[in-house]
Each structure stands twice: as C-alpha cells, then as structure tokens.
C-alpha cells in the first residue's frame, strides 16, 4: 500500500492506494501547527480506524505547498509509519515538462493535477483546481505545462466580504435559487457563485482562444469544483480524486518495480 498526501493551504488530504486502487482518504486542518509525533500518532491512529495496519504501508508520497510544516509531517511520517516519505519537487520525475518562464515557481500541487490530468485524460488539457486559490493550467498534447492562471478561490472571496464589511455575515458558500437576489444572504451567494462561474467561463474561453486550441479538454478538481462544474457546460468532468491520483503516478514513476 501507498500514502500519498496532498499539503495544501486549508487542508492536508491523505489517501492509501492498494495497487492502484484508492482505499481511503481522510483530511486534516493544514492551519493548526503540531509536533511530528502528533502529525504520527493522528495518521497511525485514523489508519488504523480504517482497518489499515502501518505495516503494510510500503511507501509514501507528499506534495506541499505549506513548506513550515514539513518537517514535522515528513518526520512523523517516518517514525510511526516506518516509510520516509518521497517529497516532489525540483529532481522529481513527473513526465511533465514545465516550459514557462521559471519552472521552480510552479507550485508542486499544480505540478501533481497536471500530471494526473494527462495520464488519465491525455493532452491538451486545462486542469482547474478550485482550492484555496482558483488555478487553471493548460497541459499540452505532448505534456508540457505552458501556461497557468491564478485566481483568488471562493472562500478568499467570501472572507474578504465578511471581514472586510462591517454589516456582511458569513454564510454558506452555495448556488441560490436564482440570481435575482431580495435579500443579504442570497445575494452574496449570488455573486460569489455566479461571479466564479463567470470567470471560469470567461478564462476557459479566453485560453482556447489565445492557445488557438479548441478541441481543449477541461477538467477540474478541489473542494468546491463540484458546484461549479455543474453550472456550466464548458467542464467536460469533475474529478474530485484528481490530485491523489497524480500524487500515486508521481510515485510509481520514480519508484522501481
């Protein structure tokens, strides 16, 4: 069995592949600061609630975009589940090419979608990720990462307007009933809702049309793609395990049979 795990800016998602099937995943909070044995004895313990014994574990991966807590969850990856973990990055074999400007600023979580979008989609491709931050990237037929666009996600936006007023509440982030909103709550909804919408749409179109690509294949991924690739036609799938994915083809490329 694999551990990968998936550092981000909200959430530490973790998943654990037999072969290559996914078995489980479970997240922890990324903004919370802990000690390696926590990082441990939390992984251990939520592994063995899943009938999964730290002995069978045979590798792990990790991809992040939080460098200070590294090094307490690579070490206590190592000390209570045995494996020392592989960290991409600079040296990793990912079998994309990153031909923009400076290669050492793409962040390795968008280095991941990427590669799990092309193994399991082909190229060329745009991967949307709707995290923490809206990221599109555009992944080429031969597997080169052109270009990507960075956007502030729906919850940063929703944060601003909840902090940054002095009458604005904080509300749940869904679709509501129609954009022609009579009321406070529904219609922050509304605008941040359909104002990612928008964006989404706009970008997506804006990239085949200066790409000059327009049989683009467009994926998405992250916590509230889902809602998003629902209201629009121009995601041809929603793939919520894209980033684990990426994270398990990463590994079986750089580990020998």
């Not at 078995?23 to 592994?47: A, H, N, P, Q």
């Not at 990462?145 to 909840?162: C, E, H, M, N």
Request: hydrophobic share 40%.
């Amino acid at each position: 069995m694999i551990l990968v795990i998936d550092v981000g800016n909200t959430n530490i998602t973790f998943g654990v592949y037999k072969k290559d099937k996914l078995v489980t995943t479970f997240r922890m909070m990324s903004g919370e600061t802990r000690t390696s044995d926590e990082y441990g004895m939390m992984i251990k313990g939520i592994l063995s609630n899943n009938d999964i014994n730290v002995e069978d574990i045979d590798g792990a991966i990790i991809a992040s975009v939080v460098p200070n807590l590294m090094h307490a969850l690579t070490g206590g990856v190592s000390r209570y589940i045995k494996q020392k973990p592989m960290v991409v990055g600079p040296g990793t074999k990912t079998g994309i090419k990153i031909i923009t400007d400076n290669p050492r600023e793409i962040g390795a979580d968008r280095i991941v979608d990427a590669v799990g979008a092309y193994e399991k989609y082909g190229g060329p491709i745009l991967v949307l990720d709707f995290g923490t931050a809206t990221t599109y990237d555009l992944i080429t037929k031969d597997g080169e990462f052109a270009a990507g666009i960075t956007a502030p996600g729906i919850r940063i936006s929703a944060k601003a307007l909840w902090n940054d007023t002095a009458k604005l509440p904080e509300v749940e982030i869904k679709k509501p009933k129609s954009i022609l909103a009579q009321e406070t709550i529904s219609s922050m909804q509304a605008g941040l809702v359909y104002g990612q919408i928008g964006q989404t749409e706009y970008i997506i179109k804006k990239v085949k049309e200066e790409s000059g690509i327009e049989d683009l294949k467009v994926v998405s991924t992250g916590g509230l793609g889902r809602l998003i690739s629902e209201e629009t036609d121009m995601i041809d799938c929603y793939d919520p395990g894209l980033t684990l994915d990426g994270l398990k083809f990463i590994y079986d490329k750089n580990v020998k049979k």
